[in-house]
């Protein structure tokens, strides 16, 4: 099944920029087509933004009135975009409600990209707005709406099986939309754009292009995820794709946002989605989806991974194991007195799991009552916040407190790390916490969640595909993803 083509999205304040921006994103393994962005050039020169060019681009001149920055009038607009036509651009983009029908006629709706932005929401008239856009005869049709939801995303996932065969590119802007640029043939889009945040919710050229394949991912490729609220700091994307590319595999793994488990679902049902990895705050709701779970999953309440199969949904905890792999490296947890910081879905994964191998265990959290549960799972006690110093041989923290962009947040206060042996921070991103740091500082063995993050995603990956990938390309994966993001490791 043929693939999507990529568009790379270039802005610049001057046309020697743009040029130069243009130039860079065509390279070999680049931008199939280049979106020249005329509405920031201050010193326009058409002539020169569309000479010598080695690929195929599209003019546009987005108006302020739609999410641009040419603040010019209509008539200059409309001059721009046809001059650009007849120097030869290979497309011009025109805003449905910009008055364009005399030169969609005069080109009998070559070379056209006929689109329509809001940047509020998913109209509920989406279809109806789609079916006037193409009477026009514009050779493609382009809706880029803000999702919200992975509800928004299904319609537009709907819009475009409904119009198979047609040329048309459906972008669902924001973080929940970002599965209809990962994977625009799926949607039915002839080509997804790609660029540096000019839209909310863009994915940049070279991730596009390397870390999620987009150029070589069809409808027929089987498609996985990870699942959250947020996700786009996840490290699990670069490290499963570079699983499936290694083991020969047409799979792509692209990050989910959901209002809730429902919602999540809904998108992952009518996408035909494999497996997902289920992060906060859906590793306890999303038990309501699935028909069969594991036993530690059955012992926790909380799986942190499912997959399809022709029945329904299936359950797997993978946290446990994987929270323990770098503990037995480093000798176990038998007779440990372990406090377990935090009280969803990984807090219980993380206090069976240590019961399990004979460590005493107590949780401590900001809500008591849930504290209690989770101590109950594990014959465990409900201890205070922050724990006193020296009432522990290993801590763990379990929240999200301390992961980027919040690096200066921790879980509890320094004066609590005294006396303490080892502490296990969940996050990974960044790699040194600011808890790890006090912990290293008052004579703690530390441990990263990065450990965590690799041993329980290969597990994952091997449930998935029967293939087990190497944990060193997993780790490497997400090392390098980190050192792209800024992250310290």
Same mark, same amino acid.
């Given at each position: 099944?043929?693939?999507?083509? !990529?568009?790379?999205t270039?802005?610049?304040e001057?046309?020697?920029?743009?040029r130069?921006?243009? $130039?860079?994103?065509s390279h070999?393994?680049g931008a199939? !087509?280049?979106e020249l962005?005329?509405?920031?050039?201050r010193?326009?020169d058409l002539?020169?933004a569309?000479?010598d060019r080695?690929?195929?681009?599209?003019?546009?001149?987005?108006?302020?009135?739609?999410?641009?920055?040419f603040?010019?009038?209509?008539?200059?607009?409309?001059?721009?975009?046809h001059?650009?036509?007849?120097?030869g651009? $290979?497309w011009? $983009?025109l805003?449905?409600?910009?008055?364009?029908?005399?030169?969609?006629a005069?080109?009998q709706g070559?070379?056209? %990209?006929?689109?329509?932005?809001?940047f $509020?929401g998913?109209?509920?008239?989406?279809d109806?707005?789609y079916? *006037?856009?193409?009477?026009?005869?514009?050779?493609?049709?382009?809706?880029?709406v803000?999702t919200?939801?992975?509800?928004?995303v299904?319609r537009l996932?709907?819009?475009?099986? *409904?119009?198979?065969g047609e040329?048309?590119?459906?972008?669902?802007?924001g973080?929940?939309?970002?599965?209809?640029r990962l994977l625009?043939?799926?949607f039915?889009s002839c080509?997804t +754009?790609a660029?540096?945040g000019v839209?909310p919710g863009?994915?940049c050229?070279?991730?596009?292009v390397?870390r999620?394949?987009?150029?070589?991912?069809s409808?027929?490729?089987?498609?996985?995820?990870?699942?959250?609220?947020? @996700?786009g700091h996840?490290?699990?994307?670069?490290?499963?794709n570079?699983?499936?590319?290694?083991a020969?595999?047409?799979a792509i793994?692209?990050?989910?946002?959901?209002?809730?488990a429902?919602?999540?679902?809904?998108l992952?049902?009518?996408?035909?989605?494999?497996?997902l990895?289920?992060?906060?705050?859906f590793?306890?709701s999303?038990l309501?989806h699935?028909?069969?779970v594991?036993?530690l999953?059955?012992?926790? =309440?909380? %799986?942190n991974?499912?997959?399809?199969d022709q029945?329904?949904?299936?359950? !797997?905890?993978?946290?446990?194991p994987?929270f323990?792999?770098?503990?037995?490296?480093?000798g176990?947890?038998? =007779? !440990?007195r372990?406090?377990?910081? =935090?009280?969803g879905g990984?807090?219980?994964?993380?206090?069976?799991?240590? *019961?399990?191998?004979g460590?005493?265990v107590? @949780?401590?959290a900001?809500?008591?009552? /849930?504290?209690?549960?989770?101590?109950?799972?594990?014959?465990?006690?409900?201890?205070p916040?922050?724990?006193?110093?020296?009432?522990?041989d290993?801590?763990v923290?379990?929240?999200p407190?301390?992961?980027?962009?919040?690096?200066?947040?921790t879980?509890?206060?320094?004066?609590?790390?005294?006396?303490?042996r080892t502490? +296990?921070?969940?996050?990974?991103?960044?790699?040194?916490t600011?808890?790890?740091?006090?912990?290293?500082a008052?004579?703690?063995?530390?441990i990263?969640?990065?450990?965590m993050?690799?041993?329980?995603a290969v597990?994952?990956?091997e449930w998935?595909?029967?293939? /087990?990938p190497?944990?060193?390309?997993?780790r490497?994966a997400a090392?390098n993803?980190l050192?792209?993001?800024?992250?310290s490791v």
């Open positions: 099944m043929p693939c999507a083509q !990529l568009c790379a270039v802005t610049a001057t046309t020697a920029e743009l130069a921006r243009r $130039d860079e994103a070999a393994d199939d !087509l280049v962005r005329l509405d920031t050039v010193d326009l002539e020169g569309l000479a080695t690929r195929p681009v599209l003019v546009t001149c987005r108006p302020v009135w739609e999410g641009g920055r603040r010019g009038s209509e008539a200059e607009r409309h001059d721009i975009l001059r650009a036509l007849l120097l651009a $290979d011009v $983009d805003e449905w409600r910009g008055g364009f029908e005399a030169l969609i005069e080109r070559r070379n056209i %990209v006929l689109s329509m932005h809001d $509020d998913t109209p509920d008239d989406l109806e707005r079916r *006037a856009m193409r009477g026009t005869g514009a050779e493609v049709v382009k809706l880029a803000h919200h939801s992975a509800g928004d299904v996932l709907r819009l475009g099986r *409904a119009h198979r040329r048309l590119v459906l972008v669902g802007m973080a929940a939309g970002v599965p209809t625009p043939a799926h039915g080509w +754009y660029g540096e839209a863009q994915v050229l070279s991730e596009m390397h999620y394949r987009v150029k070589r991912t409808a027929s490729t089987v498609v996985y995820g990870v699942a959250g609220a947020p @996700i996840s490290l699990s994307p670069p490290m499963h570079a699983g499936f590319e290694a020969g595999l047409d793994y692209v990050p989910f946002e959901a209002t809730g429902d919602d999540l679902m809904t992952a049902d009518a996408l035909g989605v494999a497996g990895s289920v992060t906060a705050p590793k306890e999303i309501d699935v028909r069969s594991d036993t999953g059955q012992q926790v =309440g909380a %799986v991974t499912v997959r399809a029945e329904g949904w299936v359950g !797997l905890n993978t946290d446990g994987g323990l792999a770098p503990l037995d490296a480093r176990g947890v038998s =007779g !440990l372990s406090t377990v910081l =935090g009280a990984a807090a219980r994964a993380v206090a069976v799991a240590l *019961a399990s191998r460590a005493d107590t @949780i401590c900001r809500r008591p009552e /849930r504290a209690a549960v989770v101590a109950r799972l594990a014959g465990g006690t409900v201890g916040l922050p724990p006193r110093p020296g009432s522990w290993l801590l923290n379990t929240t407190l301390g992961t980027a962009p919040g690096v200066t947040a879980p509890v206060p320094a004066a609590s790390l005294c006396g303490g502490v +296990y921070d969940l996050v990974y991103n960044p790699g040194r600011r808890l790890l740091r006090e912990a290293a008052a004579g703690c063995v530390t990263g969640g990065l450990d993050l690799v041993a329980q597990r994952q990956f998935w595909s029967g293939t /087990r190497s944990a060193e390309l997993f490497t090392l993803a050192d792209i993001s800024g992250g």
